[in-house]
């Protein structure tokens, strides 16, 4: 499935660094998620965005920023992560916040904190 | 919250094999999906089946949403159906998605 895409695929950097991953839906959905997904835990839900609006924070740590352009594109803006945050990061989209017909995710972008 | 549950939790095949994954969820679900996520970290869409029986080439699932169970079937398995099976249950008004915790499933030669 090409339906939603996610750059970088991996990305290492530094606790002082400041990185952005993108994430690009072609479906024509109007709510768009991310999640973290870290070792031997359940996927996380991070944030969730409907028309571009925020609707959800799940208690999220503000050195991570989400923007949402468009009801196409979502980023995650990253900076002074610790290397608690080295995990993999799934973008996701779905027609709205009902999920009548489901979720779907990107590739995943591989985060490596150092 | 519910809470969704998958077993086996661990699973190794012969190539070949047959298989079948469960998925147990505590409350009822509007919906329920199924995922693969492949070595390199992507989650596939397998199904999206909120109740009956759905079939696509070797796998095919059953949600029998009354009894709050799902089942995922892998005939005749490939090294390529290796990784990880993820079921997701949406419940409530503003749909909240609770995965479970996977089955690993490990195929070899």
């Known amino acids: 499935e090409t339906g939603v895409t996610q750059t970088p695929r991996h990305l290492v950097m530094g606790m002082t660094n400041k990185k952005s991953l993108k994430c690009e839906q072609h479906l024509g959905h109007n709510a768009m998620y991310w999640y973290k997904q870290s070792a031997k835990k359940p996927l996380e839900l991070m944030f969730v965005y409907n028309f571009k609006e925020q609707t959800e924070n799940n208690s999220v740590p503000s050195r991570f920023s989400p923007e949402c352009p468009n009801s196409s594109h979502l980023f995650l803006h990253l900076h002074t992560l610790q290397p608690e945050d080295s995990a993999l990061y799934l973008c996701a989209s779905s027609q709205d916040r009902t999920l009548t017909w489901g979720i779907y995710f990107g590739e995943g972008s591989w985060l490596t904190v150092v | 919250g519910i809470q969704v549950e998958q077993s086996p939790p661990d699973l190794i095949l012969q190539e070949g094999a047959n298989s079948t994954l469960r998925c147990n969820f505590s409350d009822s679900v509007n919906n329920l999906q199924w995922f693969h996520q492949n070595p390199w970290g992507q989650l596939i869409n397998l199904f999206y089946i909120p109740s009956g029986t759905k079939q696509n080439g070797r796998l095919s699932a059953t949600t029998v949403a009354t009894e709050r169970y799902s089942l995922l079937y892998i005939s005749s398995s490939q090294t390529t159906d290796s990784g990880v099976y993820f079921c997701?249950?949406?419940?409530?008004?503003?749909?909240?998605?609770?995965f479970g915790t996977g089955t690993k499933l490990q195929v070899i030669p």
């Open positions: 997701a249950a949406f419940s409530g008004g503003y749909q909240k998605v609770t």
